[in-house]
């Protein structure tokens, strides 16, 4: 994952996992994040100490963590509080981000 940067905020598009350090759920949730990277060889995550970003977490309206921020077209799009599975957020991925599931061609 990628650490969230001034530059990365102000971003059109960025699939961006929010946290805090102490919180088991989030833990879990950064677990199935991982292992989706880990399955496309990228980084394809920003991450975010909702601690340290106490203006950002009131400006965007972030309720609670771990929270999926989906950032497209320079509008927020979705907040994922409910991880469930890999595979529900799989759902998302293909909807903002339908270039992981492309397919090289070559001969």
Known sequence: ?????????????YL??????LCGTCALARTML???ESVH???IFYEMNASLN???MEEHKVESVPC?????DGAIKDKVYAFKSIANIYSFL??????LFVQSTHD
């Open 1 to 13: 994952m990628l650490q969230v940067t001034d530059d990365t905020i102000q971003q059109d598009r």
């Open 94 to 99: 293909m909807t903002y981000k339908p270039e």
């Open 54 to 56: 106490p203006q950002f």
């Open 41 to 43: 060889k990228q980084s």
């Open 16 to 21: 961006m996992f929010i946290y805090t350090p």
């Open 34 to 36: 991982d292992k989706i």
């Open 68 to 72: 999926l921020l989906i950032k497209e």
